[in-house]
């Protein structure tokens, strides 16, 4: 009988006590191979570098509920900030609403309004410009290339660099007109198509409060975006001017204004629009259609707000300048997404990660205490077998080499199942991300990290085989074949 042989029949022979101590083993290497992959593809994910714009400007806040809210959907939105800080950016115009210069002329080389506030099936629906999509207010695409044939393609939103927003089916929505395009994971999972309607409910997901009632205007998706791997899969893209439309969202801007004006609330104007400009119209709602679908909104401009607004900057300089006016704005900030994601991970998953890699190596270490247990008590139960082996000629050397070695596979076994089981809690881990943010983990991906973790393992089951081994090692022959 060789070695290997020797050692699977000592293996069997305790096998109950062999499984308990490799899935022990086992537990302890899914934990820290599970982190090990969340610590690492998670910052990739959500840290990551490239999110397709340098700044994102909203309400004084929490850069990091701004960011949050705005490209992963989640958490509650921290205020509203004026329209026309939207159109002093995104526009060439001289001077402000106030009358004054406007600081940020010519810096930006696109500019992109984000509004939420409604959901659609626990949807997100968010209200912005036909330009986030590459179209004009009409819907059609944007030239690439100007009329003296330079490119126009920094003029064009991306969503990560060189990577810009396509449809696998229609087109986008005209900015004055009740359509929406909808992300690739809402048309598979909700079923809705081109031509497909809905109406969109009060409140988002993330927020604490229930779900309000539902809107009475009704939206035709006319466009399908393909799959870009971010949580704008899970949304659906309204005009702008359509979230303004609606009553609800039109009474409470005017109240919002009112209070900040220090003025009581006005009464609004509630009155039916006439036949001739329009279809069939509730007193109550907060726009007027046209024969041919578009709509004009009653709420004036200057009462327009938006949530946030994604910026790209034409140039380092305006960059820096653009951030250096922010900070000097008593109403909104502009946070880099990038450095935002970057500094919540390193300062706070470095701490978990380590927490949760020391348990998981305490258990891991405990499972190592276990197999020295076990193998003891394995080789103070076959003292007279290795006396025998002993008489038959084999060495102290031999009978050491195989305990360990015994507990060496042992380990073996519980850390390659538990590499492997890692990889597939992970995977569950992955898909829990997908459905809640609409980006999911590379669960696959292999890192140097568990391997050496893994290595680790089976050299504390090794070490773990000595204790016993020298004890087997120095098992007296003549005085346990006399006993026997």
């Given at each position: 009988?060789?070695?290997?042989?020797?050692?699977?029949?000592?293996?069997?022979?305790?096998?109950?006590?062999?499984?308990?101590?490799?899935?022990?083993?086992?537990?302890?290497?899914?934990?820290?191979?599970?982190?090990?992959?969340?610590?690492?593809?998670?910052r990739a994910v959500f840290a990551q570098s490239d999110y397709g714009v340098e700044l994102v400007v909203g309400p004084k806040a929490s850069p990091l509920q701004l960011?949050?809210?705005?490209?992963?959907?989640?958490?509650?939105?921290?205020?509203?900030?004026?329209?026309?800080?939207?159109?002093?950016?995104?526009?060439?115009?001289?001077?402000?609403?106030?009358?004054?210069?406007?600081?940020?002329?010519?810096?930006?080389?696109?500019?992109?309004?984000?509004?939420?506030?409604?959901?659609?099936?626990?949807?997100?629906?968010?209200?912005?410009?036909?330009?986030?999509?590459?179209?004009?207010?009409?819907?059609?695409?944007?030239?690439?290339?100007?009329?003296?044939?330079?490119?126009?393609?920094?003029?064009?939103?991306?969503?990560?660099?060189?990577?810009?927003?396509?449809?696998?089916?229609?087109?986008?929505?005209?900015?004055?007109?009740?359509?929406?395009?909808?992300?690739?994971?809402?048309?598979?999972?909700?079923?809705?198509?081109?031509?497909?309607?809905?109406?969109?409910?009060?409140?988002?997901?993330?927020?604490?409060?229930?779900?309000?009632?539902?809107?009475?205007?009704?939206?035709?998706?006319?466009?399908?975006?393909?799959?870009?791997?971010?949580?704008?899969?899970?949304?659906?893209?309204?005009?702008?001017?359509?979230?303004?439309?609606?009553?609800?969202?039109?009474?409470?801007?005017?109240?919002?204004?009112?209070?900040?004006?220090?003025?009581?609330?006005?009464?609004?104007?509630?009155?039916?629009?006439?036949?001739?400009?329009?279809?069939?119209?509730?007193?109550?709602?907060?726009?007027?259609?046209?024969?041919?679908?578009?709509?004009?909104?009653?709420?004036?401009?200057?009462?327009?707000?938006?949530?946030?607004?994604?910026?790209?900057?034409?140039?380092?300089?305006?960059?820096?300048?653009?951030?250096?006016?922010?900070?000097?704005?008593?109403?909104?900030?502009?946070?880099?997404?990038?450095?935002?994601?970057?500094?919540?991970?390193?300062?706070?998953?470095?701490?978990?990660?380590?927490?949760?890699?020391?348990?998981?190596?305490?258990?891991?270490?405990?499972?190592?205490?276990?197999?020295?247990?076990?193998?003891?008590?394995?080789?103070?139960?076959?003292?007279?077998?290795?006396?025998?082996?002993?008489?038959?000629?084999?060495?102290?050397?031999?009978?050491?080499?195989?305990?360990?070695?015994?507990?060496?596979?042992?380990?073996?076994?519980?850390?390659?199942?538990?590499?492997?089981?890692?990889?597939?809690?992970?995977?569950?881990?992955?898909?829990?991300?997908?459905?809640?943010?609409?980006?999911?983990?590379?669960?696959?991906?292999?890192?140097?990290?568990?391997?050496?973790?893994?290595?680790?393992?089976?050299?504390?089951?090794?070490?773990?085989?000595?204790?016993?081994?020298?004890?087997?090692?120095?098992?007296?022959?003549?005085?346990?074949?006399?006993?026997?």
């Amino acid at each position: 009988m060789n070695l290997f042989e020797l050692i699977l029949k000592q293996m069997r022979q305790r096998l109950l006590s062999t499984l308990l101590t490799s899935i022990s083993i086992l537990l302890g290497v899914t934990l820290a191979i599970a982190v090990l992959i969340l610590g690492r593809e998670s910052r990739a994910v959500f840290a990551q570098s490239d999110y397709g714009v340098e700044l994102v400007v909203g309400p004084k806040a929490s850069p990091l509920q701004l960011v949050m809210n705005t490209f992963y959907h989640i958490d509650v939105s921290p205020g509203n900030i004026p329209y026309g800080l939207y159109e002093d950016i995104a526009t060439a115009r001289e001077f402000s609403d106030n009358g004054k210069r406007n600081p940020f002329r010519g810096m930006a080389s696109w500019a992109v309004p984000i509004a939420v506030g409604d959901s659609y099936k626990g949807r997100r629906i968010i209200g912005t410009s036909p330009l986030l999509f590459g179209a004009d207010d009409a819907g059609e695409p944007l030239p690439l290339t100007d009329e003296n044939g330079n490119s126009r393609l920094s003029r064009i939103p991306v969503f990560r660099t060189g990577e810009r927003y396509s449809f696998s089916e229609g087109h986008a929505f005209a900015a004055n007109k009740l359509e929406a395009v909808i992300g690739s994971r809402v048309a598979r999972e909700l079923g809705l198509r081109i031509g497909s309607t809905f109406r969109a409910t009060h409140g988002v997901p993330a927020a604490d409060l229930p779900l309000g009632e539902e809107h009475n205007l009704e939206w035709t998706v006319v466009g399908v975006l393909n799959e870009t791997h971010t949580a704008n899969d899970n949304v659906l893209f309204i005009p702008l001017l359509t979230f303004y439309a609606i009553f609800e969202h039109e009474d409470a801007l005017e109240k919002i204004n009112a209070l900040q004006e220090g003025i009581a609330s006005p009464a609004p104007n509630r009155a039916p629009a006439t036949a001739a400009t329009t279809e069939v119209q509730r007193p109550d709602e907060g726009y007027t259609r046209k024969p041919d679908g578009t709509i004009e909104v009653k709420l004036p401009k200057k009462d327009w707000q938006v949530s946030a607004i994604l910026v790209h900057t034409r140039s380092a300089k305006a960059l820096l300048d653009f951030q250096f006016i922010l900070r000097n704005l008593p109403d909104a900030i502009g946070a880099s997404p990038a450095d935002v994601m970057a500094k919540f991970f390193d300062t706070f998953l470095p701490k978990i990660s380590m927490m949760l890699i020391i348990i998981s190596t305490l258990v891991t270490v405990v499972a190592g205490v276990s197999i020295m247990v076990s193998i003891y008590n394995s080789v103070m139960a076959r003292r007279r077998e290795i006396a025998i082996m002993r008489a038959l000629g084999a060495t102290k050397a031999r009978i050491l080499t195989t305990v360990c070695l015994e507990a060496g596979f042992i380990g073996t076994i519980g850390a390659v199942a538990g590499f492997l089981a890692g990889h597939l809690l992970t995977s569950i881990g992955s898909w829990y991300m997908y459905r809640t943010f609409g980006a999911s983990l590379p669960w696959w991906r292999v890192g140097g990290m568990e391997i050496a973790y893994v290595l680790c393992v089976i050299v504390i089951s090794l070490l773990a085989g000595l204790v016993p081994a020298m004890k087997a090692y120095e098992t007296p022959v003549a005085e346990n074949l006399v006993a026997a």
